[in-house]
Nanobody, 119 residues
Framework: QVQLVESGGGLVQAGGSLRLSCAASGRTFSTYAMGWFRQAPGKEREFVARIILSDGSTYYADSVKGRFTISRDNAKNTMYLQMNSLKPEDTAVYYC????????????WGQGTQVTVSS
């Protein structure tokens, strides 16, 4: 299994930036893709972005496209989410997740990190 630990959340004013990190350990060689998801109070968890580890290809939710950038450092087994031009509606708990090569689902999840954007 892969263990995931997020960091970098916090409180920021609208228009500001934050960078989230997700450190992976364990059976990282079995990971095909990693992603960021978020869950706001009273809402379902939603997809934010994902990256395929082998070639770095990325995909974003429309709500964050052009503002957020997902990246990875394979040597450090770490994934990042650079969040710029933050809006109050970006307030949520952000989770990183790993998808193994053997399934289309994200099966490993971190504990989450809170991002709060004040207006």
């Amino acid at each position: 299994q892969v263990q995931l630990v997020e960091s970098g959340g916090g409180l920021v004013q609208a228009g500001g930036s934050l960078r989230l990190s997700c450190a992976a350990s364990g059976r990282t060689f079995s990971t095909y893709a990693m992603g960021w998801f978020r869950q706001a109070p009273g809402k379902e968890r939603e997809f934010v972005a994902r990256i395929i580890l082998s070639d770095g290809s990325t995909y974003y939710a429309d709500s964050v496209k052009g503002r957020f950038t997902i990246s990875r450092d394979n040597a450090k087994n770490t994934m990042y989410l650079q969040m710029n031009s933050l809006k109050p509606e970006d307030t949520a708990v952000y989770y990183c997740a790993a998808r193994p090569r053997t399934t289309i689902e994200y099966t490993q999840w971190g504990q989450g990190t809170q991002v709060t954007v004040s207006s």
